[in-house]
């Protein structure tokens, strides 16, 4: 078998500067050709490195397990008083740690009684969890939390949650138009809703609305109603998705809207029936630079390691002929060589996946529904 070239898994036209180049210098494209240069040498294949081994056999930079863990678990720890900025950001940052703890082939549940007492604090009697003690409900922290739970896992976790209580939450964010509010009296957008019915999903809350609910006096008589019509709306001229109807596409609610149709419904089905898959589909792949290589989160910006998972995970919803999001399962992905026909993108990272939707382990979401559904709310 031929000897394997790291640069044939890199096409020239990534390792190399654009052959056409815009002669409208502007503020934009000053911060692009920036970026282009500080891209280009993490390009280059092992042999013309000062350091080969920091590459793989595929002319990419390994990836250090090592320092990472050790990175994560300081993210765990406490941080001194000039980090008090950051005290709402509290569950994504419990969230983001343990989810790449996990993927790093880390045993979470050492922490679990940690994270329970992190977000006892951050529950409010009426509803929903805050970013931080004291704080007003919000969804985005509250999916961040109710992750967070999901991977830790056990009983513990499971029965913080105050379900009632955030059954009644979520009624009162239910608007008239189908939407969702991020948080009472906040603004309304995609983020908002597919925060809600992956809480929804996972704590197996009722789907009919409470009585309080203020979308009731539009007709609307589950979660579920008018949403689908919602994430339409939020389609641009682009073929992107913004974050409300008439906002600027956005990889990031991309993800959201799609990852919230496809719990909506299968698929299969609510995909086809809200989106213009072809405009959507031509628009993601438009946000792929070269020789960059990575994704931009909007028309004419730079490209952001933020978007990666977003139009990625995108992507994947969009094209692959799932019946349902509870049967997505995880493979390694395949990457052509030449060589190696059937070898993954690096061989010594043995990552750990992650489900397409609730992007926590798989198993978490079974368990954790699991666990819901066998201890259902109680309304009476």
Known sequence: MPSHDPQSSIPLY???????????????????DETVSDCLPFLEAAETADDP???????????????HVQFLHE????????????????????????????????????????????????QNKSGGFGGGHGHSSHLAGSYATILSLAIVGGEEA???????????????LKQPDGGFRISEGGEEDTRGAYCALVIISLLALPISLPL????????LETF??????????CQTYEGGIGGSPG?????????????????????HKSLNKYLDLDALVWWLSARQ???????????????DGVVEHHHSYSVADETTPFESAWSWVSRKAQVPSEAHPTKTFDTGAHLQSLHPVYVIPHQAVYDMRDWSSRNPVNLA
């Open 289 to 303: 630079y070269a020789p960059e290589g990575g994704l931009a989160g909007r028309t004419n910006k730079v490209v």
């Open 158 to 172: 499971y029965s913080l949650v105050d379900r009632e209580a955030m059954w009644r939450w979520l009624g009162r």
């Open 247 to 267: 906002n600027e596409a956005h990889g990031a609610y991309a993800f959201c809207a799609i990852a919230c149709l496809c719990l909506l419904d299968a698929p």
């Open 224 to 233: 579920f109603d008018g949403l689908g019509e919602y994430i339409s709306r």
């Open 53 to 67: 081994a920091e590459f793989n056999s595929f002319g990419l930079l390994s990836l250090h397990r090592e320092d």
């Open 75 to 122: 993210n765990l720890a406490q941080f001194p008083a000039n980090f008090v900025g950051l005290d709402a950001s509290r569950p994504w940052m419990v969230y983001w740690a343990l989810a790449a703890l996990y993927m790093l082939g880390e045993d979470i549940t050492p922490l679990r009684s940690r994270v329970v007492k992190t977000f006892y604090p951050g």
């Open 14 to 32: 990534f390792r190399e500067p654009p052959i056409l180049v815009d002669s409208l210098e502007t503020t934009t494209s000053k911060l692009q």
């Open 212 to 219: 309080e609910s203020p979308a009731r006096s539009a007709g």
